[in-house]
């Protein structure tokens, strides 16, 4: 995924553009079948697709739906208006104000690195190590 976006935006906003996004390719796609009602096969080929995207779309939404039962509720510290967080870092969805769960993180520069998993297992790695040399 590119994550490279100037503005970031938290991940379930994002995730409900691109549904939204679906949704209208899929009416478009039922609306270029009206057209062609003519030829009745590509008319229907069209109504297929057309659903498949509608539905795609659904499948997308109720995923949403599962994701926002295991987001963290929080109150923004920036704007004060009630968000959700999706993993260790998200944006707040009212200001785009970068948050942090991790207070490892605090005050770092914003990454969207600091989810994936690899940069997990680095942190583990680092912390088990450190703990070695204690010892
Ligand atoms: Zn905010």
Redesign the pocket.
């Known amino acids: 995924m590119a994550q490279q976006d100037l503005v970031y935006s938290s991940k379930i906003n994002k995730i409900r553009s691109f549904a939204l996004i679906l949704i209208f390719v899929g009416i478009l796609f039922m609306y270029i079948g009206i057209l062609t009602k003519k030829i009745e096969w590509l008319m229907v080929l069209f109504f297929i697709i057309g659903i498949l995207f509608v539905i795609f779309s659904c499948v997308v939404y109720f995923w949403i739906g599962m994701l926002s039962t295991k987001a963290i509720p929080i109150i923004?510290p920036?704007?004060e208006?009630p968000?959700k967080m999706l993993g260790r870092v998200d944006a707040?969805m009212?200001?785009k104000?970068p948050l942090t769960l991790d207070k490892e993180l605090e005050g770092k520069e914003f990454d969207e690195k600091y989810n994936t998993r690899r940069y997990r297992k680095e942190l583990k790695e680092k912390k088990r190590q450190s703990g070695n040399d204690k010892n």
Do not use: A, M
């Open positions: 923004c920036s704007c208006k968000t707040c009212h200001c104000q």
